[in-house]
Each structure stands twice: as structure tokens, then as C-alpha cells.
């Protein structure tokens, strides 16, 4: 904090340069008031066009029946709303279905993405020969596309066929296990593979943010006679909470927003046990082309994200205070 | 079929290749082997445009081999007629279907569109293609031209909507190599319900596995499709307003199918594709799968196979098929050249299907398919008769998503996680409000 204020106080105390004073000021003169509005420009035009006026499209969407094809596109108000929680309207089932699954792969897969990437993180920033080559290794499956990714474990988790039922049988354990086909192991292929692909991306995050934690407060530990645990307790994780704050806000929303995994390994089997909110969204939107209802749902999700992510900041500042 | 199957499976044939890839990659052999046969195209039946220089533009998915071969026909076509350009745009199917009537209604979509059958009653309900009635008449084409079934499936409303140029059916496949492993005469192929458990039965003795049950629309689902037509039953009713699929011939197909793994023919939980590699490496004996295999299995010599119509193993003959139809497309300015000039080139290359049968499709003109170079593609051809029992999906808007829920009723029969009766039952619960809803959308 002490860094901030006293960067910003030389500013501030730094000399205009004479020559350049009077030709901003009347620069200032002739703008006027609309300086920072033209600054702000460009982020307002594209937050405005990419984000907001499709916010504001999509809830118009939401209160009709939309096919942009169709000829009529009636305003049906609330009933693609009361469709996702009357239980005798079509799609009721799959959606909270979809919600189920979104839930579950979140819960399951978050605390993974949290604390494994931390551990390894914590490993790769001590020195040891060979450690850039490690770096590399963990982050290397997060530069692969999902297409890639999703066909390669699906048929190396292929019941029948695939490599890792057949290394299990070769060391005695079960090798008909149907990792991507049945419950629960389709959740844990999932998630496994989930946490295999993205855990480099994480680390990388912990790793700038343990590289800015500053030596000094671990030497002044050491000399207190603090153990590796409570230096971790109470030098690490504190100098990490922002980065803690980050990692765990976007796992959250990655996690909620999964759908190229359960699309190409499981195809969302067994039935649509693993068809997420997402995808559902998509087929509903994109393939079904009903696209107010595809927008109360996206609407109705991103409230639901909302709610979680304010619960994560609310519980990150009460741990602060 | 099925708006997302079709595509899905496209999806990842194209994205992800192997085994999925081959529904797409139709590939194989190239085209260009005009037999000299050039030029005589344009003329009688077709109604020759005579009109001023116009530029078409197409659009398909042909990703796979077959859109060089459709490519190496539209630039014979280009080069036949010098007042018609032909310009030809391939996407995957997936994004193909969801690009075409934003497209069309924004005035840049093309004015020739490739469309399979399940498609067309979606694109015609929603106002993206003509009528093309009066085309089949100027081109005289009519039913006696093609087979029944796919004829009768480019009407929608008793209108049609699609001229077609091929059919891709499920095939039945056999390995040689494991059939005589067992005892079995690799060149008799079992045609009905008792030589094919006879052989199944043989199989298991000698330790194989015969007949895998995929619980995925590709290709299990199509299998039990095309089983529940054979026990006679249908997807819908005729008026395409309640769900059909769990009636007691649909069950007892399920079951049927279903209980190889009980049966210990299949193993359970077998993954997408798998079917077909365990086929290609020797595992399994049997497997119904797309035409569209043919081409993949001819990259594999090492693998000894034939190819022969689906067994009939309930009371009648029936297979699982789609295919590609022409469509003109809406356009927002009328262009009577360009319609012309379009009809013209649908009938060429409708004429010219034989090469486009090479790239592994059944042409739906009857002269093409009775000719002998058609005979002279063995694998092809021996696909032919079940054009006249193909079991087409049934041409109404929006059944894309109803026929989802049908396949994902199969999967959970088929995983084990409901039995047939219950999966069926509860598909078509779901399935019906679907079409309940589609009606309204609709208003058929």
C-alpha cells in the first residue's frame, strides 16, 4: 500500500514540463468536459456493443417466442420463464438436468482447480534443475484446443478399448470400469480430465503471485523460527489472496460455463446426466432455434452466477476483516 | 436424420476425425473420371438456359473426400455451360445448417443449397427454400425416376421442396477374417433373425464378441431405428403429432437389441466409435453402420470385410437412411435467370450422380442406379435394394430435437440405466410435448 501512495504522490509532485503546460491546457479548453468521455470512447462503444446491447436483446428475446425466421415472433412475456419451473412444460426436465450437471461439475472440480494448481505452483517456484522444463510440462495440455483434448481421452478412456483400462488390467486392477459412459465415473473422467487440461493455467496465475511475495517476509519468519507450515500459513496465503480471490472467481465461472468436455467425451451420457447448462442453451438457441427460450435460460444462469460470485467476494472479505 | 445427429456427428467427424470422421469423409476415391461421357447434359429433359452470363452460388457440407469429387463435377458443369458460373462454399454441416437462414434472410445466402431430407420440412416451415414443384415438372422428373421413399421424402405439405441426388443407408458389415476364425462361410452373410443369432452364437464358442451394442446415435441408435422399423413400428403417428417409439414393437426391438450384452454378444458400455474400431481390429464380427464406412474400410486392405443389406430380423425389411437433396433457395430479389440457370445444373449433376456415387452415396436417379458402371461399385450398389424399404424421417418442422430425445431414450436403455419399456416411456412423455410445442411454433 505504501508503494501505491508514494508512486502516486511523486506524481502528483512532479513538475509540469513547461513547455507543454500551455498546450494542454488549451487542449483542455477546447474539449472541454468531453476529454475522458472520448478516453472512455472505445471501451464504452465496445461494452456497449458486445455487452450490453446484447444483455438488453436478450432480454427482449426472452419475452417472446423467437424463431428470427419465422414470420411471427409473439410475445409470449413470462412463459419461456415459467416454462423452466412448471414441471409439465417440454423442457422443465432437461434444463434443470442441466443445471444438476453444471452443479455437480462445479463442486467437484473447483476445490481440485484450486488447491492442486497452488500445490504445484508451490513446487515450481523452488529452484531445482530442471524446472523450467517442468513448467512447461504442466502448463503444456492448456495450450490444446478442447477438440483435441475431448478426443484424445475419450478413446483413451474408452471402456473397451481404451489405454487406461487396459494399463489397470495389466496391474490387476478392475479393467471394465466405464469411464465415460456410466455414473459416477463419468463425473470423475470429467473433472479428471478437466483438472489435467487446466491446472497449468492456474499454477501460472500462483506462481506470479508467489514470485511477488516479497523474500524478506519469509527471512524475517525463518529468523522468528516460523516451520515451512507457518510460514505458508501466515506469509503465503496471505500474500496470496488477491491472486486466491482471482483464481477462484474465474474457476467458479470456467467451471459453470463447462461444455466442450461433456460434449466430446461423454456426449453428455449416460442419457443427458451430463448435458450441461451451456450446452443445453445452445442446442435449445443454435439447434432447436428457440431463442427465447434459450435466452430466459442464459438469463435466469447468469443469475445464478451472479449469486455464487457475489457469495465468493462476500466470503473473501470476511476472512480480510 | 435428425438435424443434430447428423450434424453432431459431423461435428466430430470433421473436428476430431477417425471414426466419426468417416460419416463425413465419405472420402476416397477421387473423382474426375468422366468416362468422355461429357456434354450431354444440358440437353432434352433439362431445359437449357440460353439466358444472360449468371453467377450461382452454392453452399454444402461436403468437408470429406466427396466435396473434391462434387467440386471436380460443378467445374465439369462450369466448363460445359459458359453462361452459368457455378461457385461452390463448403461448411461443416453443424454450422452449415445454423448459417443458412441468417444468410438467406440477410440477402447473402447462395441460391443453391445441398440439404439433407430431415432438413427440408424445418427449412421449408421456416420460409428459407422454394417450392420446387414446378422444377421436377419443366425437368420431368418424377417418382418413376427415383425410388419411391426418397422421392416421396422431398415433399413436405404435399409440396416439394427438394430434388434428391443421393441416399446414404446403414449397411451391414462383416468381417471376413473373424466369420471364418469361427466357422462360419465369410461369403454367406446371415440374412435373417435365426442364421444371424445362429452366427452370433457360433462367434461367442469361439470367444468373439459378435455384435456390439453402441448406446450413441452413431451407430446404435440408427441400429435400433432401423430395428423398430422392422418389427413395424414408427417414430411418430402418422400426423407426426404424438410419439410412437414406445409402442410394444419398438420395446420388444430395443430388448432385442439391447440383450446382446446380457447375451454376452457386446460388451456393455461401449463408447462412441468403438463399435467400428473393435470391427476394423478384429473384436467383433458385425457391425450396421453408414455407407459412408466404405471408404474408410477400402484405406484398411489388411481388413478382410463385405458390406450387405441389413439383415431382416424382425417381420419385414427395413434400414435406416438420409439423403442429399437440392434446394433453390429464397431469395429476396427474384431472379428468374438464376432459377433457371439452377434447375439446369440440379438436373446435370442429378445425371452426372454416378460420379458422385464413386465418393460413396447411392444415387437416387433410377437410370444412374440400374446402369451397369452403378453395378460395376460393388460395395455401392449391394446397398441399392434398400432404397425400396429405407425407413426416411418423417417430414415435419422441428423434429431435429424430438428425435434427440429418442436417441437419448436408446442410450439409457442401452447403458443399463433404465429397461427398454421405461426408457422408451419416458422419452415419449418428453418427446410429445415437444411436439406439442413445435405445433404451436408452427401452427401445423
Same mark, same amino acid.
Given at each position: ?321 | ?245 414406445? &409402442?410394444? @414393437? =419398438?420395446?420388444? +426391438? ?7 450384452? !446380457? *447375451?454376452?454378444?457386446?460388451? %456393455? /458400455? ?44 424382425? &417381420?419385414? @425389411? =427395413?434400414?435406416? +437412411? ?7 433457395? !429464397? *431469395?429476396?430479389?427474384?431472379? %428468374? /435467370? ?46 441399392? @435394394? ?59
Amino acid at each position: 500500500m505504501a508503494d501505491v501512495i508514494e508512486v502516486g504522490a511523486a506524481r502528483d509532485d512532479a513538475p509540469p514540463s513547461a513547455a507543454k503546460a500551455p498546450r494542454r491546457g488549451a487542449t483542455a479548453g477546447r474539449t472541454g468536459r468531453a476529454t475522458p468521455y472520448l478516453f472512455l470512447a472505445p471501451y464504452l462503444i465496445l461494452f456497449g456493443v458486445f455487452g450490453l446491447l446484447p444483455i438488453i436483446l436478450g432480454v427482449w428475446l426472452s419475452v417472446h417466442q423467437w424463431d428470427f425466421q419465422l414470420p411471427n415472433r409473439p410475445f409470449v412475456g413470462l412463459d419461456n420463464y415459467k416454462q423452466l419451473f412448471s414441471s409439465d412444460s417440454a423442457v422443465f426436465g432437461d434444463w434443470w438436468q442441466s443445471v444438476r450437471a453444471t452443479a455437480i461439475f462445479t463442486l467437484l472440480s473447483v476445490p481440485l482447480l484450486v488447491v492442486v494448481p497452488l500445490g504445484l505452483a508451490l513446487l515450481l517456484n523452488r529452484s531445482f534443475p530442471g524446472r523450467t522444463f517442468f513448467r512447461a510440462v504442466y502448463f503444456a495440455p492448456y495450450v490444446l484446443g478442447v477438440a483435441v483434448i475431448g478426443l484424445l481421452w475419450r478413446f483413451l478412456l474408452d471402456a473397451n478399448l481404451g489405454l487406461v483400462n487396459r494399463l489397470l488390467g495389466v496391474v490387476g486392477l478392475p479393467s471394465d470400469t466405464p469411464w465415460v459412459t456410466n455414473m459416477p465415473w463419468a463425473w470423475i473422467s470429467l473433472v479428471g480430465v478437466t483438472v489435467w487440461w487446466t491446472s497449468g493455467f492456474n499454477a501460472v496465475i500462483y506462481l506470479a503471485g508467489l514470485q511477488d511475495i516479497s523474500p524478506e517476509l519469509y527471512e524475517a519468519a525463518r529468523m522468528d523460527g516460523a516451520s515451512a507450515w507457518q510460514r505458508f500459513r501466515n506469509v503465503t496465503l496471505p500474500g496470496l489472496r488477491p491472486v486466491l480471490l482471482f483464481v477462484i472467481t474465474t474457476t467458479v465461472l470456467a467451471s459453470a460455463n463447462m461444455f466442450g468436455q461433456s460434449f466430446l467425451i461423454t456426449q453428455g451420457t449416460p442419457g443427458t446426466e451430463t448435458r450441461t447448462v451451456v450446452w443445453f442453451i445452445v442446442e435449445e438457441g443454435l439447434r432447436n432455434n428457440n431463442a427465447g427460450r434459450a435466452a430466459a435460460m442464459s438469463l435466469v444462469f447468469a443469475l445464478m452466477l451472479v449469486v455464487v460470485s457475489i457469495a465468493n467476494f462476500r466470503l473473501f472479505r470476511y476472512k480480510e476483516d | 436424420m435428425i438435424q443434430n445427429d447428423m450434424s453432431r456427428r459431423r461435428l466430430l467427424g470433421l473436428g476430431l476425425g477417425l471414426g466419426a470422421a468417416a460419416s463425413l469423409t465419405l472420402a476416397g476415391c477421387g473423382g474426375g473420371d468422366d468416362d468422355g461421357a461429357s456434354g450431354p447434359a444440358a440437353g432434352n429433359g433439362g431445359k437449357e438456359y440460353t439466358g444472360p452470363k449468371v453467377d450461382l452460388k452454392l453452399w454444402n457440407g461436403f468437408t470429406g473426400g466427396d466435396g473434391e469429387i462434387f467440386k471436380t463435377l460443378v467445374n465439369q458443369f462450369n466448363t460445359e455451360h459458359q453462361n452459368i458460373a457455378v461457385s461452390v462454399a463448403t461448411y461443416q454441416w453443424e454450422d452449415y445448417y445454423n448459417k443458412l437462414p441468417g444468410a438467406a434472410s440477410s440477402g447473402n445466402g447462395p441460391d443453391i443449397a445441398v440439404m439433407h431430407m430431415d432438413q427440408l420440412a424445418t427449412f421449408a416451415a421456416r420460409g428459407v427454400i422454394s417450392e420446387l414443384d414446378d422444377v421436377a415438372k419443366n425437368l420431368e422428373l418424377s417418382e418413376g425416376d427415383f425410388a419411391p421413399t426418397v422421392w416421396k421424402g422431398g415433399l413436405y405439405n404435399n409440396k416439394r421442396y427438394g430434388i434428391p441426388l443421393d441416399m446414404h443407408p446403414l449397411g451391414f458389415y462383416y468381417n471376413k477374417s473373424v466369420m471364418e476364425k469361427a466357422g462360419l462361410d465369410p461369403n454367406k452373410p446371415p440374412t435373417t433373425k435365426d442364421d444371424f443369432t445362429a452366427a452370433l452364437v457360433e462367434l461367442k464358442k469361439s470367444g468373439v464378441q459378435g455384435f456390439w451394442v453402441s448406446p450413441f446415435q452413431f451407430t446404435g441408435g440408427m441400429t435400433f431405428y432401423s430395428l423398430l422399423n422392422q418389427w413395424g413400428g414408427t417414430l411418430f403417428d402418422a400426423d407426426v403429432a404424438k410419439a410412437t417409439f414406445n &409402442s410394444d @414393437p =419398438a420395446v420388444e +426391438a430395443c430388448t432385442w437389441f439391447v440383450d446382446m450384452i !446380457k *447375451q454376452g454378444h457386446s460388451p %456393455a /458400455n461401449v463408447g462412441q466409435d468403438a463399435e467400428y474400431l473393435a470391427f476394423k481390429s478384429g473384436k467383433n464380427a458385425f457391425t450396421w453402420n453408414g455407407i459412408w464406412q466404405i471408404n474408410d474400410l477400402k484405406k484398411s486392405p489388411e481388413v478382410q470385410w463385405g458390406v450387405a443389406p441389413l439383415p431382416q430380423i424382425g &417381420s419385414k @425389411p =427395413a434400414a435406416w +437412411a438420409n439423403s442429399h437433396n437440392f434446394t433453390i433457395v !429464397k *431469395q429476396r430479389a427474384n431472379n %428468374a /435467370n438464376k432459377v433457371s440457370a439452377a434447375k439446369v445444373f440440379i438436373n446435370w449433376l442429378s445425371q452426372h450422380s454416378l460420379d458422385w456415387a464413386k465418393g460413396g452415396q447411392i444415387p437416387a436417379r433410377k437410370d444412374v442406379r440400374e446402369g451397369a458402371e452403378f453395378k460395376a461399385l460393388p460395395e455401392i450398389s449391394a446397398l441399392a @435394394p434398400e432404397l425400396d424399404y429405407a425407413a426416411f424421417p418423417p417430414a415435419a418442422p422441428g423434429l431435429g430435437e424430438v428425435i434427440t430425445t429418442f436417441y437419448n431414450s436408446f442410450n439409457e436403455a442401452a447403458l443399463g440405466k433404465k429397461t427398454p419399456k421405461q426408457a422408451l416411456d419416458d422419452g415419449v412423455a418428453k418427446a410429445n410435448k415437444q411436439l406439442e410445442d413445435n405445433r404451436k411454433k408452427y401452427g401445423s
